[in-house]
């Protein structure tokens, strides 16, 4: 939808095989922003989080992986806090030209 705002969505996984977590992995940085090992912050629009949603399905075994989403509003963003190094992302990591 086109004017409809990003949302800062926190994204966590543990995946069992070395394969699927690399490709997940990859997947993300297409995203966001890594900002742990295992956890990426990824500002998505609601077409965004759609597609990403599907992608996230189609690699991971729901029988053994875990991967969280945690969509946070404005209020939210604003009551993070960080502490040692890093900061909350507050720019897209990419652009559709």
């Known amino acids: 939808m086109k ?3 990003s949302m800062l969505t926190l994204i966590s996984y543990d995946i069992v095989d070395t394969k699927r977590r690399t ?3 990859q997947l993300l940085k297409g ?3 890594r900002v742990q090992r295992s956890v990426f912050e990824c500002l998505l ?3 965004d989080a759609a597609v990403l949603d599907r992608q996230l ?3 991971i075994d729901p ?3 875990s991967v969280r989403c945690y969509p946070l509003d404005a209020n939210a963003v604003q009551r993070i806090v960080i502490y ?3 900061k909350v992302t507050t720019e897209p990591t990419h652009w559709l030209v």
Do not use: E, N, Q, R
Request: without cysteine; negative net charge.
């Open 3 to 5: 004017g409809t705002a």
């Open 23 to 25: 490709k997940v992995m």
């Open 31 to 33: 995203y966001g922003s």
């Open 45 to 47: 629009d609601p077409t």
């Open 57 to 59: 399905h189609a690699l």
């Open 63 to 65: 029988s053994t992986d």
């Open 84 to 86: 040692g190094l890093g």
